[in-house]
């Protein structure tokens, strides 16, 4: 499949420091590829150069096969949502997303028809007259995506844009732009800090590090199969553990034990992760175990937290969940424990 968004050797310098280092990239049509990064990776930098507002020293862009070298911000059939919505707050509801429309010279039937479409859109009926200062922050972001979709973009870029609102409407508004990006058939690049987020929306995760790539791929294939430390460290909480592999038999010398892998790796030095939810605690059946010390623990809800410092010193982090109550999952400091998990919870990485 020829991408609709692709990046070939994109490179911004910000003084001597690259903000983007020859970076390669495909965005499929109608998908939502999210960016994930740490700040100053090159997240939103990448999202302006596309929209251009930044000039790359170097690379190209292509939308569709065509060249975006040169073409000034309100000639690419791009849009950009940031995070602070920019509404206008002397203008109605429906002004605000007419107005990149008036602006192309739309005509003023023809942008009554695009204004009502996108109200219906976002489940705004009937809220075109009022003004931003009338609207909830939820309603407010359904504007400003109102106005980003009003123009029919190839590709709609947002930069963190649910940001400000509270967990309970972040939830709801990540379902509504998966429905949107599914109903319009347009490709969504999405910036966010969040992993649950990202995991949750996206066809596909790249994972930026000093503005390139770490790693691209589905959501599921990221946590699964991180290509190395920095990867299953940044999505997920992940414990890292020193070993030596031999096929399926992983040695963690500092331990003096062997455990086995589903996935052999390869021969040699490398790294054990293990997710923190696949880790159970005092569980007999288990294939490996590993002795420690609780240090301490944490209620979160629906899981409690505990750190079991092994022999070695090394600390692992467990999520018990709490599906049957706190009382039969808490862990009192100093309690010595066994830590087991399964040969399909190893994640062999290189060292």
Known sequence: MTGLLITSGLTVHYGATPALDRLDLTVERNELFVLLGSSGSGKTTLLRAVAGFVRPDAGRILLDGADLSGLPPHRRPVNTMFQSYALFPHMSVAANIGFGLRQSGVSRAETRRRVDAMLALVRLEGFGARRPGELSGGQQQRVALARSLAPSPRLLLLDEPLSALDQALRRDTRAELVRLRRSLGISFVLVTHDQDEALQVADRIGIMRDGRMAQVGTPAALYESP?????????????????????????????????????????????????????????????????????????????????????????????????????TAMMQAGLAVRVGWQPEACMLLPE
Not at 227 to 242: C, H, Q, S, Y
Not at 283 to 292: A, I, P, R, T
Not at 302 to 316: I, K
């Open 227 to 327: 290509a190395d430390r920095f990867v299953a460290e940044f999505l997920g909480a992940a414990n890292i553990l020193p070993c030596v592999v031999d096929g399926s038999s992983v040695a963690l010398p500092s331990l003096g034990v062997a455990v086995r892998a589903a996935r052999p790796g390869v021969t040699g030095p490398g790294l054990l992760a293990l997710r923190a939810e696949r880790l159970r605690i005092g569980e007999d059946g288990l294939v490996n175990q590993v002795e420690g010390v609780v240090t301490d623990s944490a209620y979160a809800g629906d899981t409690l937290a505990v750190s079991v410092r092994l022999t070695d010193g090394s600390v692992l982090r467990v999520k018990r969940s709490l599906a049957d109550g706190l009382d």
